[in-house]
């Protein structure tokens, strides 16, 4: 069965530090990866998605950026932190093509002091 | 741009009490309408997909259903345990295979 694992669970860090946050898909194979960020009153927002190494499409202008380094690994960083990065972080995969849900993961609570 | 909003924001019901949480969404052609339930702190887990108006899927307590402007997830005889956000989600024809959420339906069940 497949499986999807983020870490950390939850994560301080200062303003203007670097971030990096890691995504691993197991038990299938060509997977569609999902970057959202869920912040309070807003609903889920779609930050980058990626359908192959190397393809990342990114949905909001920010400070954030992603990287698939590998089929199933999917890597969220920032090289300097501002405070409205705050958030619950989720990666999400699907099988692809239209119709396909999404499995989330476990997700990231990020505070930026 | 497609949009989907819920209703209410929030909602209190007694161990028992039936109820409907709304979905309303605009997009330019429906691939998928999804619900999600999420618990504090968790991600979202899958409930259920529904593709054209008319079509509706069950599963123990909850029923979904689809009209061309708006889905309905019903809530009967709830229980606390049904206590969670309930997240709907579009998927449009055309362009990226993207979920456009909406913010969610907080449903609190007192025993």
């Known amino acids: 069965s497949q499986t999807i694992h983020q870490w950390p669970a939850t994560l301080v860090q200062p303003v203007g530090s670097p971030l990096s946050l890691e995504c691993t898909v197991e038990g299938t194979s060509n997977p569609n990866l999902y970057w959202y960020r869920q912040a309070a009153g807003r609903g889920l927002q779609l930050l980058f998605y990626s359908v192959g190494i190397g393809q990342i499409s990114s949905e909001v202008p920010q400070n954030l950026s992603a990287s698939r380094p590998q089929d199933r690994q999917f890597i969220l960083s920032s090289k300097k932190l501002l405070l409205s990065d705050s958030g619950f972080y989720l990666c999400?995969?699907?099988?692809?093509?239209?119709?396909?849900?999404?499995?989330f993961g476990s997700g990231t609570q990020l505070s930026v002091l | 741009e497609d949009q989907v909003t819920q209703s209410p924001e929030a909602l209190r019901l007694q161990e028992g009490e039936s109820s409907s949480l709304n979905c309303s969404y605009t997009?330019?052609?429906?691939?998928?309408l999804f619900w999600y339930r999420q618990d504090p702190g968790k991600g979202p887990e899958f409930l259920f997909t529904l593709y054209s108006a008319g079509e509706e899927k069950e599963k123990e307590r909850l029923k979904a259903t689809l009209t061309k402007k708006e889905s309905f997830l019903h809530i009967t005889a709830p229980k606390p345990e049904d206590s969670a956000t309930y997240l709907c989600?579009?998927?449009?024809?055309?362009?990226?295979?993207?979920?456009?959420f909406g913010k969610g339906t907080k449903l609190t069940v007192n025993p």
């Open positions: 997009v330019s052609g429906l691939r998928g």
């Open positions: 989600a579009v998927q449009a024809s055309g362009g990226s295979e993207k979920l456009v």
């Open positions: 999400a995969w699907s099988g692809g093509g239209f119709g396909e849900k999404l499995f």
